[in-house]
């Protein structure tokens, strides 16, 4: 697949609720397909200093993770024209960086003029002899923010000079064009009743979309993982019960919308048959991990492993996994940040630490109340101590705990966070496990 790795514009990013989400202030996903198409074939696209990547957020929780990109687009309407505020600068890795904003608003038309101008500034200005420093994120700290910002202006009004006009009219025609998948279905209500497990997957896997009568649903895939024959029975009922249409997630589950009501119930039963009917979709339980020393070569810890320690202790919990809502524990078998931990509400990173028999033992280091969105993005706040691995499920437990019984009304695990301040966090974290300072 041409652009899927080496110094590209590797991935152009949509939000999954795109044309779908009640809220949206417009649907993104055209303009994920215009910038996709533009630099697929773009002269610079395989001679970048670095990968790159774009983003175009679309629902109020960033579920696109939008400021850990190059390139983050946040929709917005002025006056009644649409836009975006755009960021840039954003990347994770051993040194996180989050995107920064560039211009507070941008004509929806002018999308692709400011994408050429920023990827332009990163080929020519970015880090061509240390591979480490050669993405964007470095270039925005090394020139600082009020440069960077009056290189992208300056040359945004080159390329629209040189091109604004074609650039207008090959985005226009691509929006123009584009067409959602169609539902294959009337709309029709959610029915009454049901058994408690169905009510209880119902509440936490289901949102109702902007178009009455249709709902989309989280296929939870307990940490990322899915067998053939259960991807092609996913395949068949989004093509039953939906539009045939089928929608990847950055959190490792799939959703598929255009579900009518009446239908939904169909859809959750024949989830059970192929054991993909999990509630509390991106819920504590709902571990997002890298491959870890399993698969990768890298890693010096497997994540996957301890991710599904994690899962196995949390269901305990039982009812209180639902009441802490959406939460979010991200691990990374090394510091590269693969699993995103940096903007997890817990993030974990693997690492090695020689014990007293002198062999190596695996142990994380935790970060927490890392997030993303437009504003009150963060990065997560270093938890004092490295923790055996044995000890983690005990120390989350801990954490989810402390935070359901002295969080405010509507409080988010991050803002808990910044709250009570990272020495409670520590605390709490310290007195549930042994640590290794």
């Known amino acids: 697949m041409r652009g899927a790795c080496a110094d590209s514009v590797r991935n152009v990013t949509g939000c999954f609720h795109g044309g779908i989400w009640p809220d949206e202030q417009f649907d993104v996903t055209p303009y994920v397909y215009a910038a996709h198409e533009y630099f697929l074939f773009h002269p610079l696209n395989l001679t970048l200093p670095r990968k790159f990547k774009i983003a175009f957020a679309s629902c109020h929780a960033d579920c696109v993770q939008a400021p850990v990109n190059d390139v983050a687009y946040f929709p917005h309407i002025r006056d009644g024209q649409r836009g975006f505020k755009v960021h840039a600068g954003g990347g994770l890795g051993s040194q996180p960086f989050l995107a920064r904003p560039v211009r507070e608003f941008l004509p929806a038309e002018d999308t692709l003029i400011m994408a050429e101008a920023i990827v332009r500034l990163q080929h020519r200005s970015g880090e061509r002899k240390n591979r480490?420093?050669?993405?964007?994120?470095?270039?925005?700290?090394?020139?600082?923010?009020?440069?960077?910002?009056?290189?992208?202006d300056r040359l945004f009004a080159q390329v629209e000079a040189e091109q604004g006009a074609a650039l207008r009219a090959e985005l226009n025609e691509i929006v123009a064009?584009?067409?959602?998948?169609?539902?294959?279905?009337?709309?029709?209500?959610?029915?009454?009743?049901?058994?408690?497990?169905?009510?209880?997957?119902?509440?936490?896997?289901?949102?109702?979309?902007?178009?009455?009568?249709?709902?989309?649903?989280?296929?939870?895939?307990?940490?990322?993982?899915?067998?053939?024959?259960?991807?092609?029975?996913?395949?068949?009922?989004?093509?039953?019960?939906?539009?045939?249409?089928?929608r990847t997630m950055n959190d490792q589950n799939l959703m598929v919308p255009w579900i009518p009501g009446a239908r939904v119930q169909e859809f959750y039963r024949r989830l059970c048959e192929i054991g993909l009917a999990d509630a509390d979709a991106l819920h504590i339980t709902d571990v997002t991990s890298c491959p870890g020393a399993d698969y990768c070569s890298l890693a010096v810890s497997r994540s996957m492993g301890i991710a599904e320690s994690i899962r196995t202790h949390l269901f305990a919990m039982n009812g209180h996994v639902e009441d802490l809502g959406v939460f979010r524990i991200k691990i990374s078998g090394c510091p590269n940040s693969c699993g995103q931990h940096h903007i997890g509400d817990i993030g974990l990173t693997g690492l090695s630490l020689k014990g007293d028999d002198g062999q190596d033992h695996p142990h994380y280091s935790m970060l927490a109340g890392g997030r993303v969105g437009e504003e009150g993005y963060a990065i997560g706040r270093r938890v004092s101590g490295r923790f055996p691995e044995a000890e983690i499920p005990k120390v989350i437990a801990a954490l989810a705990e402390c935070y359901r019984s002295e969080r405010r009304q509507g409080e988010r695990f991050g803002e808990f966070v910044d709250r009570v301040g990272i020495d409670r966090v520590s605390e709490v974290a310290r007195g549930a496990a042994a640590v290794v300072h």
């Open 132 to 152: 480490k420093k050669a993405r964007m994120k470095y270039l925005f700290q090394r020139l600082g923010a009020e440069k960077f910002i009056a290189e992208v």
């Open 177 to 246: 064009g584009f067409k959602m998948a169609a539902p294959r279905h009337a709309p029709s209500a959610l029915p009454a009743g049901g058994d408690a497990t169905f009510a209880h997957w119902l509440r936490t896997n289901i949102f109702a979309q902007k178009q009455a009568g249709y709902y989309g649903a989280t296929v939870q895939l307990p940490l990322g993982d899915v067998t053939s024959a259960q991807f092609r029975a996913i395949g068949r009922l989004a093509s039953d019960l939906g539009s045939g249409e089928l």
